[in-house]
C-alpha cells in the first residue's frame, strides 16, 4: 500500500524520501571521491539528492528510462532559499534554490538560476528548508565579506 501511495506522490510531481543505502547502491558511481550522500528524494524514475558537496539531479529520459541526464549545484553557490508550506485542499509544499552559475561567484554580472522542488504537503520540509536556508546565509556572508 505504502509503495501506491509513493507512487501516487510521485505522480503528483511530489517527491519521496528514499533510503541512504539504496540511493549509494544506485547513484554511488557518480559521486567524488569522498563525497557523502545525506539524503535523497525520488519523483517517479528522477531523483535528486544532497551530500555534503552538492546537489546532484538524475533524469532518467525516455520511454525505458535507459538514458540518464545526471546534473549538479554546488552548495556554496545557493545564495536564497525560499519555502511554502502546504495549505488545505490540494497544496504542496515547495522550497526553491536560488543559486550562481557563473563559474566565479564574485563578478559584476552573475548568471543565476532557481530549481523548484515540490513535496507532498504532509511531508515536513521545514528541515530541509533549515539546513539549506543556513547554508545560503553562511554562502551570502562568504561572498559579501
Not at 32 to 43: C, H, N, S, T
Not at 106 to 115: A, E, H, L, R, V
Given at each position: 500500500m505504502l509503495e501506491i501511495a509513493n507512487l501516487f506522490s510521485g505522480l503528483l510531481g511530489n517527491y519521496s524520501e528514499v533510503s541512504i543505502p539504496e540511493l549509494s547502491s544506485q547513484y554511488g558511481i557518480y559521486l567524488?571521491?569522498?563525497?557523502?550522500?545525506?539524503?535523497?528524494?525520488?519523483?517517479?524514475?528522477?531523483?535528486f539528492i544532497i551530500t555534503d558537496e552538492r546537489?546532484?539531479?538524475i533524469d532518467h529520459q525516455g520511454v525505458t528510462g535507459k538514458k540518464t541526464r545526471v546534473a549538479s549545484i554546488s552548495?556554496?553557490?545557493?545564495?536564497?532559499?525560499?519555502?511554502?508550506?502546504?495549505?488545505?485542499?490540494?497544496?504542496?509544499s515547495e522550497i526553491t534554490i536560488h543559486f550562481i552559475q557563473?563559474?566565479?561567484f564574485?563578478?559584476?554580472?552573475?548568471?543565476?538560476?532557481?530549481?523548484k522542488f515540490e513535496f507532498g504537503k504532509k511531508f515536513n520540509v521545514q528541515p530541509i528548508y533549515v539546513a539549506l536556508l543556513t547554508l545560503a546565509h553562511q554562502n551570502h556572508k562568504r561572498l559579501n565579506a
Open positions: 567524488m571521491p569522498d563525497e557523502k550522500i545525506q539524503m535523497g528524494f525520488r519523483l517517479v524514475r528522477d531523483t546537489l546532484i539531479f552548495l556554496e553557490s545557493i545564495y536564497e532559499v525560499t519555502m511554502e508550506t502546504g495549505g488545505t485542499g490540494f497544496d504542496d557563473s563559474p566565479y564574485k563578478t559584476n554580472n552573475p548568471q543565476i538560476g532557481s530549481y
